[in-house]
C-alpha cells in the first residue's frame, strides 16, 4: 500500500530525472505537484495510527489526488531520529513539512532552518513552540469546559460528580481540567466528590474507578477526559445503574453506551481531539501554498455528538472495537470534514471529492 | 649487565607481520569504520538517483549536527564499557544536564561559558554518584545506572516541567554551526583527546580493569580508584551531549534524551567496543554514532513503509554486529 504509491512516484521521478538529465530546468516546472509531507513521531497507539490513515486516504481523494504528492515519516519518541528525517524533507526540498512533534521544543532548531528554506511548517496535535510554525490546533480549555457544562445542564446545577483526568504533568491535562473547574466555580451546587487519573486509557480508568467506586456516595454525574467506556464499565460492575450522565471523551466503546449497549444507555455528551487535525493541516498547508489562504494559525472546533446526534454507521460503530476513535470524522451541518469509515481504518480512499473547511477568518 | 633491548626484540621471532598486528588489535575499530564507509556509499547513491545531485553542505552538516549528542555520549559509554561496565543513566543525565543548559545558559559569553562548565560539573557529579555505587558499594552496574536512571530523569522534570526555555542563537552557532560541519572540530578534539587519554596511566588502567580486574589489582592499579574515574568521566561527557542537544534544539526538553541510553549502547557496539570490557576505542564508537545516523539517513530515501522502520533498523543493526564479529573472528584466525 504505502511502498507501492512510494515506489510508484520513486520510479516516475528517476524516470523523468534520466530522460531530463541532459535538459535544463525542470521539465515539470508548469503543473508541479506541491510536495507534502507528514513527519509524525509516535506511531503506537490507535489514534495516531486512525490519523496516519487519514492522511492517506485523502492523499488519493481530490483534490489532493492531482494537486499534492505527499509523503509520510514514523520516528517514535526519539527527537534527533525525528529531525534527521526532517533535514531528510529540506534535503528532497518539500514544498511544506505537517509535524506531530516528538518534543514541543525538540525540533525548534530543524524547523527553523526549513523555514529559513523557504518550506512551509505545519504543526498539529502535539503542536511545537517555533514561532515560525503555523499551528493547527483546538482549545483545551473549551474541552473541559464543555464537558463540564453538560453536566451542569443535566444536574440542573445540583450534584456529586467525578472528574476522571489525563495524563499529569501534560499541557493538555492542566487546560482541560482547568476548564472543567472555570465552569464548577460558578456552580457551587456540584460537587466534585472525587478526581483520579484515568492516564486517557480505557482500561486503566476502569481499573482505578473500579477501586474508587464502593468509597463513593451516590454519583450523578461523570467528568471524564478519556478512556471514558471504562469508567462506565466499572460502573455496571460495582451495580451503580441506571448510568449517571456523562460526559466524556470519543472512544466508540462510550458512543456505544450513548445509543444503547450492554442493556444500558447513558445520557452523554462525546467530544474528541480529532485525528482529522491532519487533514485540515493538509488543507491548511495547500491553501498557503497556492496562497489562497493567509499564513496564519488556526483553532478548529471540536466535533461532538450527545444522545440526539449520535449515528450508527456515522459517528458510533456497533462493529468496531470499544478503543476505535469516533471521532475520525465530524459531523453536522457545519462540519469541518467529513469522510467515511474506511480511510480511518485502513487508509483506503472514500467515494467522491474530500471538503475540508477551515474555520473563517474573523 | 642487562641484555640488549634491542637485541632480545630483533631475535625473538616475529609472530605476525606488524600490518597485521596492527589489524588483528584495532579490528573492531577498523570494521565500524567500514561500515561507516558502506553505509555513506549506500547513502550517497540512494541520494544521488533520487536528487539528482550530490549530498550537499546541508546534508553533511544536518547529519553531522544530528549525530553530534549520540557521538559524545557513546564516547562516554565507552569509557564505562571499557571497564566491563554499562551505564544505563546515559538518558537521565542528558536530560537532567539539557534541561539546566535551557534555563540557564541565557546571558552574556562570559555567562554562557560559566554556566557550560557547571554544567558538565553536574554530569560529572551525577557520573561520581554512580562510580561510587558501583565501585564502594561493589554493586552491579546495570543495576546501579537503571535506579540513577530514573533519579536523574525526575530531577530533570523538576528542573524542567514543561517543554521551553531558549538557548542563544550565539550558542547553537558556536556548538553546531548550522552552516556549516563546524562540529567536526569538536570532534577532532574528542579524539586527540581520547587518544591522549590511551596512552596514559589512566587509559592503561581502564584497559587492564576490564581485561582482568584482579590481576590489574595484583599489578598495583587502583581499580576502586579507575572505576569511579571512569564513570565520572562519563557523566562529564553525557552533559556535553546534552548542551549540544540543547544547541540542535534551541530549547529545552526534559525528556528529549531518554532515547540516549539505548543508542549508546548501539553505537558502542556498532563501534566494535567489547562489551565485556577491556577492548574497543571511543573512535569506534564515534563512527558507530554517525553509522546510526547513516541508517536513518538510508530508511528514510529508501521510502519504505513507516510503520516497519524500527524492524529494518533492527535488521540493519543485527547485520552489521554479525558481520562484524564473522569478519573479526575470521581476521583473528588467520592471523
Redesign the interface.
Known amino acids: 500500500m504505502v511502498g507501492m504509491l512510494n515506489r510508484r512516484s520513486l520510479l516516475a521521478a528517476s524516470g523523468i530525472g534520466l530522460l531530463a538529465a541532459g535538459l535544463p530546468g525542470r521539465p515539470f516546472a508548469a503543473e508541479r505537484k506541491l510536495k507534502i509531507a507528514l513527519s509524525n513521531s509516535y506511531i503506537g497507539n490507535k489514534w495516531r495510527i486512525e490519523m496516519e490513515n487519514l492522511f492517506k486516504a485523502a492523499l488519493q481523494m481530490e483534490p489532493y489526488k492531482s494537486q499534492v504528492e505527499g509523503s509520510w515519516f514514523n520516528s517514535g519518541n526519539d527527537v534527533s531520529q525525528q529531525s534527521q528525517q526532517i533535514s531528510g524533507l529540506i534535503g528532497e526540498r518539500v514544498d511544506a513539512i505537517i509535524v506531530n512533534a516528538a518534543s514541543p521544543t525538540g525540533l525548534n532548531g530543524i524547523l527553523h532552518q526549513a523555514t529559513e528554506r523557504g518550506i512551509l511548517v505545519v504543526s498539529f496535535d502535539n503542536v511545537v513552540t517555533a514561532p515560525t510554525a503555523i499551528k493547527v490546533d483546538t482549545d483545551q480549555f473549551q474541552f473541559g469546559k464543555k464537558l463540564a457544562d453538560f453536566l451542569v445542564e443535566k444536574l440542573n446545577g445540583k450534584g456529586n460528580v467525578i472528574m476522571v483526568t489525563g495524563v499529569a504533568g501534560t499541557f493538555v491535562d492542566k487546560e482541560r481540567n482547568a476548564g472543567a473547574d472555570s465552569v464548577w466555580k460558578q456552580h457551587p451546587g456540584i460537587k466534585v466528590v472525587n478526581r483520579y487519573t484515568g492516564m486517557w486509557d480505557s482500561s486503566v480508568a476502569e481499573r482505578n474507578t473500579a477501586a474508587i467506586l464502593p468509597s463513593l456516595p451516590k454519583i450523578d454525574g461523570i467528568w471524564c477526559q478519556g478512556g471514558t467506556d471504562g469508567v462506565l464499565k466499572a460502573f455496571i460492575a460495582a451495580k451503580r445503574t441506571p448510568l449517571p450522565p456523562t460526559a466524556g471523551e470519543a472512544e466508540n466503546g462510550f458512543r456505544k453506551f450513548m445509543t444503547g449497549y450492554m442493556s444500558q444507555k447513558v445520557d452523554g455528551l462525546s467530544i474528541g481531539q480529532p485525528p482529522y487535525l491532519v487533514l485540515v493541516s493538509l488543507e491548511l498547508a495547500r491553501r498557503i501554498l497556492q496562497k489562497s489562504h493567509p499564513r496564519k494559525d488556526i483553532t478548529i472546533p471540536f466535533p461532538f455528538v450527545t444522545n440526539s446526534t449520535v449515528k450508527v454507521g456515522e459517528t458510533v460503530f456497533p462493529n468496531l472495537p470499544d478503543s476505535f476513535f469516533a471521532d475520525f470524522t465530524d459531523s453536522g451541518a457545519d462540519a469541518t470534514v467529513k469522510i467515511c469509515v474506511d480511510a480511518a481504518l485502513t487508509g483506503k480512499a472514500c467515494e467522491g471529492k474530500l471538503d475540508v473547511r477551515l474555520p473563517s477568518q474573523a | 649487565m642487562p641484555p640488549d633491548a634491542a637485541a632480545t626484540l630483533a631475535a625473538r621471532p616475529q609472530r605476525r607481520p606488524r600490518a597485521a598486528h596492527v589489524l588483528g588489535q584495532n579490528i573492531g575499530l577498523v570494521l565500524a569504520a567500514a561500515i561507516l564507509l558502506a553505509s555513506a556509499v549506500v547513502f550517497t547513491l540512494m ?1 544521488v ?4 545531485r550530490l ?1 550537499g553542505s ?2 553533511i552538516t ?2 553531522v549536527n ?2 553530534m ?2 557521538a559524545v555520549a557513546a564516547i562516554g559509554q565507552t569509557v564505562v564499557v571499557l571497564t566491563r561496565g554499562i551505564d544505563l543513566s546515559v538518558g537521565g543525565v542528558i536530560d537532567l544536564t539539557n534541561a539546566l543548559a ?1 534555563i540557564f545558559l541565557a546571558g552574556s559569553p562570559l555567562h554562557m561559558i560559566v554556566v557550560s562548565i557547571l554544567v558538565v560539573l553536574v554530569g560529572a557529579g551525577a557520573g561520581l554518584v554512580n562510580g561510587l555505587l558501583v565501585g564502594l558499594g561493589r554493586l552491579q552496574p546495570i543495576v546501579v545506572t537503571l535506579a540513577t536512571l530514573s533519579i536523574f530523569q525526575g530531577l530533570a ?1 523538576r528542573v524542567l ?5 531558549s538557548v542563544p542563537a550565539g550558542y ?1 552557532n558556536l556548538l ?1 554551526n ?1 552552516d556549516a560541519p563546524t562540529a567536526l572540530i569538536f570532534l577532532a578534539v574528542a579524539i586527540l583527546g581520547w587518544m591522549a587519554l590511551r596512552r596514559s596511566r589512566l587509559g592503561v588502567e581502564l584497559f587492564a580493569v576490564g581485561n582482568d580486574e584482579a590481576a590489574a589489582v595484583a599489578l598495583g592499579v587502583n581499580a576502586l580508584r579507575t572505576k569511579i574515574v571512569a564513570y565520572s568521566i562519563a557523566g562529564a561527557l553525557y552533559a556535553v551531549a546534552g548542551l549540544f ?1 540543547a ?7 526534559a ?2 534524551g ?2 540516549y541510553t539505548l ?1 549508546s549502547i548501539v553505537a558502542v557496539v556498532l563501534g566494535g567496543v567489547s562489551l565485556f570490557g577491556g577492548r574497543g576505542s571511543a573512535i569506534g564508537a564515534i563512527c558507530g554514532a554517525f553509522i546510526t ?1 547513516m541508517i ?2 538510508i530508511l ?2 529508501a ?5 516497519y ?2 524492524f529494518y533498523e533492527g535488521l540493519f543493526l543485527v547485520v552489521a554486529v554479525v558481520l562484524g564479529s564473522l569478519i573479526g573472528n575470521l581476521l583473528r584466525r588467520r592471523g
Open positions: 541520494f538517483i533520487q536528487q539528482q549530498p546541508f546534508e544536518s547529519t544530528n549525530t549528542p549520540l535551557a522534570i516541567p514543561q517543554p521551553g526555555g547553537t553546531v548550522p542537544l544547541a540542535n534544539a534551541t530549547s529545552g526538553d525528556t528529549t531518554n532515547s543508542t545516523t536513518v539517513n528514510f530515501y521510502h519504505i513503509n513507516p510503520l522502520q524500527a
